[in-house]
């Protein structure tokens, strides 16, 4: 048998990470000081949501994506919530449409006017309130419209079905917080990372827990579906303070097939997912560089590319959505990186060098559009389906026909399987109790 170098041939080993001129960066964005591990940040291809410093509430920008450059300091926000704003998602199937969650406990839903604000927003086409705590993550159902979850300080994850503006299904199998969910290609798994040190992977329809990993040696932070690979990707710490990364199968967390660490620095590292290039993104929270690396089903899993690097440091990242990617420059990711001392939203495209002017079907292939596979009440019955693909040859013009319409209700209480969400609610923090015991006087003797 003839000796042959190990050598692998791979048509993304060149991709290389371009920053937008200063004119195609968005500037002068007061992004918000809060440390909440969040990305603080939102992207479709129409608008970008940032969250912003406030006094008093909770606010945040949304910019339409062409107008670049400096943002004046009097701008239109969303600023409807009473407390800081922890996280914004865009709606996948209409673009106009941002869920965001605050310190106030509440989830609120906001349609976007055609071309972006002209005044202050205050007032949500829906006001979601069953959480008792603060809400940390929302995150849509990816293949069904309509379909919210949200995750609170009070441990529970909420699905919401917004067709009637309620939550429908309640997830209480986590004993702290919830730091972060991700869905497989489908939306028939969610698997979470939780402060109890567990990663999870749930049926999120019955709340059943499938799976269940203790993680002693491997600090878990957050965890992210590789797509239709059957594994879970998890980032955290090691025993010795170092940041690592972890690959496991989906249906044996026994023990992660490999564990890999990256470095000693102690920034949260954010992992992103592209199913269709099979490439992961790594990016440190506080660093200034994202490290990118290939997936394979077979050994050694995981093969490192290269390098973007930057002297900036992030503190979040958004991602543009497939279809609004540039693909006669053969984009095949794009990240919005938030600069904070600089006030800076800063473009990053991740390009395959091609030579050929030409559409690359190789690297573009059919991918998850804008057209839901199936509605709230499908889903909810039990129904699973692949979300619905588009070609990004032709396609990445077409917008989609769904329409949000809000439902009218009226009722104060919040049941879900047989609780009320707002009367059940959880032993208080330690500051809780000293916050309330100032408040009560002593009684006169």
């Not at 310190?103 to 972006?116: A, F, L, M, N």
């Not at 879900?416 to 009560?440: F, K, Y």
Request: with cysteine.
């Amino acid at each position: 048998m003839s000796w042959r170098p190990q050598y692998r041939s791979s048509k993304f080993r060149n991709v290389y990470g371009k920053v937008a001129n200063r004119e195609h960066c968005f500037d002068g964005v007061p992004i918000t000081k809060n440390v909440h591990d969040n990305h603080f940040c939102a992207v479709n291809a129409r608008f970008l949501a940032i969250v912003t410093e406030s006094a008093g509430g909770g606010s945040f920008l949304v910019i339409p994506l062409e107008q670049t450059g400096r943002i004046e300091p009097n701008y239109p926000k969303v600023c409807g919530h009473q407390g800081n704003v922890l996280d914004v998602k865009w709606n996948p199937f209409i673009d106009n449409i941002i869920a965001s969650c605050s310190e106030d406990t509440s989830v609120r839903i906001w349609e976007i006017p055609e071309g972006g604000l002209k005044r202050n927003m205050t007032v949500a086409r829906l006001e979601l309130h069953g959480h008792s705590r603060r809400v940390g993550l929302v995150e849509w159902h990816p293949t069904t419209n309509n379909i919210l979850f949200s995750a609170g300080y009070d441990y529970k994850v909420l699905i919401w079905n917004l067709d009637v503006g309620e939550p429908v299904k309640m997830i209480d199998c986590h004993t702290d917080v919830v730091l972060c969910m991700s869905f497989n290609t489908d939306g028939s798994l969610l698997t979470t990372t939780c402060k109890d040190k567990k990663l999870r992977v749930i049926e999120p329809r019955s709340g059943r827990v499938l799976q269940e990993a203790n993680c002693k040696n491997h600090r878990v932070n957050r965890v992210v579906f590789l797509g239709n690979m059957k594994r879970l990707l998890t980032t955290g710490v090691s025993r010795w303070n170092t940041r690592q990364i972890a690959l496991w199968d989906q249906e044996d967390l026994s023990m992660p097939l490999i564990e890999e660490e990256i470095d000693g620095l102690s920034g949260l590292l954010f992992p992103f997912y592209d199913a269709d290039t099979h490439m992961l993104y790594l990016a440190g929270k506080g660093d200034g560089n994202i490290r990118y690396y290939e997936l394979s089903t077979e050994k050694p899993y995981l093969s490192y590319l290269m390098e973007f690097r930057s002297p900036a440091p992030q503190k979040g990242l958004g991602v543009m959505p497939k279809h609004g990617l540039d693909v006669s420059a053969c984009e095949v990711f794009r990240f919005y990186k938030l600069v904070t001392l600089k006030g800076l939203i800063e473009p990053i495209s991740m390009i395959v060098p091609r030579r050929s002017d030409s559409y690359q079907e190789d690297i573009y292939p059919m991918t998850p559009g804008t057209e839901p596979a199936l509605t709230p009440d499908e889903w909810l019955g039990g129904m699973n389906r692949d979300p619905v693909l588009m070609s990004l040859k032709e396609g990445y013009k077409k917008s989609s026909k769904v329409v949000f319409k809000a439902p009218i209700r009226d009722k104060k209480s919040v049941v879900v399987n047989g609780i009320d969400l707002l009367e059940n609610v959880p032993p208080r923090t330690e500051n809780e109790v000293r916050a309330s015991a100032q408040n009560v006087l002593p009684a006169a003797g």
